[in-house]
């Protein structure tokens, strides 16, 4: 199985597949078919067939998946079998709330460290863990074992940051800044503007005015 040959989308309906899973293990459901998990996700069965089997036989004709079962596979899948060390570079509004939210912990996202410049909240804490000055970034990437890191701060400000966080030794990066970055070829960037997704449904209810 090649990484690249498997569309982004499908990564993105695994994730939410395991989150349904999740809900159905809590309401002790044992066994689903396909259709039932494109009608609780939106989307059709042919789908979920498709997008399972990129990563091999999973179920029984029919019978359906044991849903505890299939959830273990998607969250190996998924890289979330074991836990995510995260820095968060910029802990004003957005990244404070990146930071309290509890459900990143619960599938496997521990945030390890928080950075920014603004002397008034260096040295406070964010759910535990102290905001610190970014002179100390490469070190705590390397102490704490990071791989990740989100960049909340300013446009002006990112490919900065991104730098230093390339630098440092981050293998991957949430970009919630409004500003298109440049990083080398190994290390993993995905975008995440949230006006483009607002212009997004905005368009559609243009089109269905």
Not at 31 to 42: F, L
Not at 96 to 103: D, I, R, T, V
Not at 107 to 117: E, K, L, N, P, Q
Not at 188 to 201: A, G, K, P, Q, T
């Amino acid at each position: 199985m090649k990484v690249y040959k498997i569309p982004e989308a499908t990564v993105m309906r695994l994730s939410i597949y395991s989150r349904y899973l999740r809900q159905l293990m809590d309401e002790e459901k044992e066994t689903i078919s396909s259709g039932e998990i494109a009608i609780g996700v939106g989307v059709s069965s042919a789908q979920v067939r498709k997008d399972l089997a990129y990563f091999g036989e999973f179920g029984t004709r029919g019978v359906g998946y044991k849903v505890e079962e299939l959830y273990g596979y998607l969250m190996k899948i998924l890289g979330l079998d074991h836990r995510w060390n995260i820095i968060i570079i910029g802990a004003g509004k957005l990244g404070s709330a990146f930071a309290l939210y509890q459900g990143f912990m619960d599938r496997g996202f521990t945030i390890s460290a928080i950075m920014d410049v603004d002397e008034k909240i260096i040295g406070t804490e964010l759910e535990g863990v102290k905001i610190e000055a970014m002179d100390v970034l490469e070190e705590r990437v390397k102490a704490r074992n990071i791989t990740l890191g989100v960049i909340t701060v300013p446009a002006f400000a990112a490919q900065e940051v991104t730098d230093q966080l390339v630098a440092s030794g981050v293998k991957a990066i949430l970009n919630f800044s409004p500003r298109v970055l440049k990083v080398p070829n190994e290390v993993i960037l995905r975008n995440v503007d949230l006006s483009v997704n607002l212009e997004v449904l905005s368009f559609y209810l243009a089109f269905n005015r």
